[in-house]
């Protein structure tokens, strides 16, 4: 059984990383790619966040003795194989674990238009994704009370 205490405390993180990276985060492209520190923060809290929901999609997949991910990617479709996630958050979520990978790495390929996108808009996924395992969490506690 998933331990709802441990599952709480990181949807708060991920509440916190998201306020932080919008804090952080410009609409105006120019200004954010003009202001270093806020280009860093917002992508150091996009890589935490992301890691976040990483360590989630983990803690479920073990707590309820699903069959491991390969990848960090694979974590988000077991979730959507067993009912947690919709179709199209368990997408958005293993392209963001590619995201995260770029940003964990410092691949050359962290260019602030994609970090300055993923800042402004993707938070919203980030968001979903919270939404849908509180939303599994509340079914299984109903559940289990009324079994």
Not at 63 to 79: C, H, V, Y
Not at 80 to 88: H, I
């Amino acid at each position: 059984m998933v331990d709802v205490n441990v599952v709480s405390r990181k949807l708060a993180e991920l509440s916190l990383r998201l306020a932080r990276i919008r804090a952080q985060s410009p609409e105006d492209f120019d200004a954010f790619v003009a202001d270093q520190d806020a280009l860093e923060l917002a992508s150091f809290n996009l890589l935490l966040a992301i890691q976040t929901c990483l360590d989630i999609a983990s803690h479920l997949i073990a707590d309820e003795g699903w069959e491991p991910s390969a990848t960090l990617g694979e974590a988000f479709l077991r979730l959507y194989e067993r009912g947690v996630l919709t179709s199209e958050i368990a997408q958005t979520m293993k392209r963001a674990a590619g995201m995260r990978n770029i940003l964990a790495h410092g691949y050359e390929s962290a260019d602030a238009a994609i970090i300055q996108d993923a800042a402004v808009h993707g938070v919203a996924d980030l968001e979903r994704f919270s939404q849908e395992i509180a939303a599994w969490m509340a079914r299984r506690l109903d559940d289990s009370h009324t079994a």
